[in-house]
């Protein structure tokens, strides 16, 4: 079983950057995929970003086509620790955004652990 606990939100003009951090607790942290969500309200969840196994030093990411190019998923295992760069963020960037494990692909329903969720908002 893994814990997790985002942190980093906050309000940011657009065109800025905010790095989200995904703090796990558990001994097997470094197994698990994590994945970035957001989610706006009355909308469904979206998957944002996912870190998977690595092969040497280089880990194996996917990304939402909405945030290709400006956001950047990484993990440090020795802190347990997933970040999220964002750069180059847009006023439709601004949601909860949300660190999940337990799944493997940007379908959150097989995602069994959720963080509480972080808020990012983009001002025009």
């Known amino acids: 079983q893994v814990q997790l606990v985002e942190s980093g939100g906050g309000l940011v003009q657009a065109g800025g950057s905010l790095r989200l951090s995904c703090a796990a607790s558990?001994?097997?942290?470094?197994?698990?995929?994590i994945a970035w969500f957001r989610q706006v309200p009355g909308k469904e969840r979206e998957f944002v970003a996912v870190i998977r196994w690595s092969v040497g030093i280089t880990y194996y990411t996917d990304y939402a086509d909405s945030v290709k190019g400006r956001f950047t998923i990484s993990r440090d295992n020795a802190k347990n620790t997933v970040y999220l760069q964002m750069n180059s963020l847009k006023p439709e960037d601004t949601a909860v955004y949300y660190c999940?494990?337990?799944?493997?692909?940007?379908?959150?329903?097989?995602?069994?652990?959720w963080g509480q969720g972080t808020q990012v908002t983009v001002s025009s």
């Open positions: 999940a494990a337990g799944g493997v692909t940007s379908i959150s329903s097989e995602y069994d652990y």
């Open positions: 558990g001994r097997t942290f470094s197994s698990y995929v």
